[in-house]
């Protein structure tokens, strides 16, 4: 699901440090709520992203920046290409936040000098498998992941019933249907909550 690729000058960071920065932008630590008071997205869901999920760090011999050549003598420098599967514009603002938050808890500072470039990819330009995945693919294998944690949801926030997102209701996409209000993470789930409830009706 996500593939990141963090950019570092050669030199700044040892072989353990590039580990470290490494460890912080996995898919379950960028995609699992901050305040410890939010339950996390369904560990099932999380296990499947993890799995599709990597992370690299590459140091770069040559880097200009502002003009000046980097060496690892100065303040660190970032740049992190984030590519996102199918929901690019939906997590963008999250991951710029998150990634950019663990830079500075690694640095220990609160603004480090970073750039995040979250890269969305066209429907059908994704390939699991051998084979090329849509998002209806992902939200089915999302699906089958699901194990439908018993976490307590605070007041105010809703369950996705789609990929089990715990999510405020103030931002959730809602659907009103046969009496029932359902909300969910993101357009994406809620389109395919309506296929396949649509589909099941008609059987």
Same mark, same amino acid.
């Given at each position: #699901?996500?593939?990141? /690729?963090?950019? =570092?000058? %050669?030199? #700044?960071?040892?072989?353990? /440090?590039?580990? &470290?920065?490494?460890?912080?932008?996995?898919?379950?630590?960028?995609?699992?709520? +901050?305040?410890?008071?939010?339950?996390?997205?369904? @560990?099932?869901? #999380?296990?499947?992203?993890?799995?599709?999920?990597?992370?690299?760090?590459?140091? /770069?011999?040559?880097?200009?920046?502002?003009?000046?050549?980097?060496?690892?003598? *100065?303040? @660190?420098?970032?740049?992190?290409? +984030?590519?996102?599967?199918?929901?690019? %514009?939906?997590?963008?603002?999250?991951?710029?936040?998150?990634?950019?938050?663990?830079?500075?808890?690694?640095?220990?500072?609160?603004?480090?000098?970073?750039?995040?470039?979250?890269?969305?990819?066209?429907?059908?330009?994704?390939?699991?498998?051998?084979? =090329?995945?849509?998002?209806?693919?992902?939200?089915?294998?999302?699906?089958?992941? %699901?194990?439908?944690?018993?976490?307590?949801?605070?007041?105010?926030? +809703? =369950?996705?019933? +789609?990929?089990?997102?715990?999510?405020?209701? /103030?931002?959730?996409?809602?659907?009103?249907?046969?009496? *029932?209000?359902?909300?969910?993470?993101? @357009?994406?789930?809620?389109?395919?909550? &309506?296929?396949?409830?649509?589909?099941?009706?008609?059987?």
């Amino acid at each position: #699901m996500l593939f990141v /690729e963090l950019l =570092v000058p %050669k030199g #700044m960071f040892d072989e353990w /440090e590039r580990r &470290v920065l490494a460890g912080r932008l996995t898919a379950r630590r960028l995609l699992s709520p +901050v305040d410890g008071t939010t339950p996390a997205a369904d @560990p099932g869901v #999380m296990d499947l992203f993890d799995s599709l999920s990597h992370v690299v760090v590459r140091e /770069e011999e040559v880097w200009i920046a502002g003009g000046n050549l980097l060496d690892g003598s *100065q303040d @660190p420098w970032y740049v992190v290409n +984030v590519i996102v599967g199918l929901w690019g %514009k939906e997590m963008s603002e999250h991951l710029i936040s998150r990634i950019t938050a663990e830079l500075a808890e690694a640095e220990g500072r609160p603004e480090p000098r970073v750039v995040v470039n979250v890269i969305s990819l066209p429907e059908g330009g994704y390939g699991l498998r051998g084979r =090329v995945r849509r998002s209806s693919d992902f939200l089915a294998l999302i699906e089958e992941a %699901k194990t439908g944690s018993a976490a307590h949801v605070p007041d105010g926030m +809703v =369950v996705d019933p +789609v990929c089990g997102a715990t999510v405020p209701l /103030e931002e959730a996409v809602i659907l009103e249907r046969d009496g *029932q209000t359902y909300g969910f993470c993101c @357009p994406h789930c809620r389109g395919h909550f &309506v296929r396949e409830s649509s589909a099941a009706g008609a059987s």
